[in-house]
């Protein structure tokens, strides 16, 4: 078996075995802030991009941010993760 199925497999389990009870996962966000050092908006770009791939179904995500004149950015994350209950 390769590492997504098995993964799939044991997010089916998690899923069935919780049925009735509190949700497994939560959803939340990060803030991640920056500052490019000696940015000028001369230099020709005005965003910050990033891909990143989602680790539950392989789907490659982008998430863009907006460079401010000062070369500041900030971007906040939407996150699904594990909770204990």
Sequence with gaps: MNK??????LLVLVA??????EPF???DSAVVRGRIVDYSPTMGFQNLTVQVTDIFTGELKTATAEIREDGTFEKRLLLHHPILN
């Design 25 to 27: 996962f939560c959803t």
């Design 4 to 9: 997504k199925t098995i993964i799939t497999i």
């Design 16 to 21: 069935v075995a919780g049925q009735g009870q």
